[in-house]
């Protein structure tokens, strides 16, 4: 089970991106998707809590983006959006999700797990 995070580019300052995370199943067939964590990482920095939602549909948001970017999820596509508007170039990171897991494997044995994907790197210009 992998999550894999895309929707990243280059865009203008005001612009605005759409960012996923999928959960890819493999062989698995059935995955539960709890709660979700963005991140981000801009190149010297630390790396930063942007939004997180909930298995129940509960987000929060960063100081630095509450207002401009929404969380939202899914289910039946076992997938996490971020939307972002209004993009600043401090908004320039590499973006990553990660998420709680929960899923049987092919032999029956309960997994719980903390995935992360790959980051989507996004890019702002002024």
């Known amino acids: 089970v992998q999550l894999q995070a895309f929707g990243g580019g280059l865009a203008q300052a005001g612009g605005s991106l759409r960012l996923s995370c999928a959960a890819s199943s493999g062989t698995i067939s059935s995955i539960t998707i709890n709660g979700v964590d963005w991140y981000r990482q801009a190149p010297g920095k630390e790396r930063e809590l942007v939004a997180t939602?909930?298995?129940?549909?509960?987000?929060n948001y960063a100081a630095s983006v509450k207002g401009r970017c929404t969380i939202s999820r899914d289910g039946a596509k076992n997938t996490v959006y971020l939307q972002m508007n209004s993009l600043k170039p401090e908004d320039t990171a590499a973006y990553y999700c990660s998420a709680d897991l929960a899923y049987n494997t092919n032999d029956g044995a309960p997994v719980q797990e903390r995935a992360w994907g790959q980051g989507t790197q996004v890019t702002v210009s002024s």
């Open positions: 939602v909930g298995l129940g549909g509960t987000t």
